[in-house]
C-alpha cells in the first residue's frame, strides 16, 4: 500500500454535508468521503456551509489524509466514509 494525495481537489456535497477527495495508489484512484460528523469532531463551532466546510478541510487536511490512510491500509476498497469515530 502507497497512498498517496497528489491531487489537492476537494468538492463540497451541499445535500449529504460531506467533503469528497481523492487519493492514489500507484494508477489506482481512491475516492473518500468525508461526513458532517467528522467536521463537527474538528471544528465543533463551525457551520455545515461549503466555504466553512472547506476552509476545516484545508486547516486539517494532514489530520484527514492521515486517518484516511489508515482506513485504507486495514482493507483496500476503492472508496471510504470517514465519520467522527475515524478521526
Known amino acids: 500500500m502507497n497512498l498517496q494525495f ?3 481537489s476537494r468538492s463540497y456535497n451541499e445535500t449529504r ?45 494532514a489530520r484527514i489524509e492521515h486517518a484516511a490512510a489508515r482506513a485504507y491500509s486495514r482493507q483496500a476498497h476503492a472508496s471510504y466514509t470517514l465519520t467522527a469515530s475515524d478521526l
Open 6 to 8: 497528489p491531487n489537492r
Open 17 to 61: 454535508h460531506r467533503i469528497q477527495f481523492w487519493g492514489h495508489d500507484s494508477a489506482k484512484e481512491v475516492s473518500f468521503y468525508l461526513e458532517a460528523d467528522a467536521l463537527a469532531r474538528i471544528d465543533p463551532n463551525g457551520a455545515l456551509d461549503e466555504d466553512h466546510a472547506l476552509r476545516t478541510f484545508d486547516a486539517n487536511r
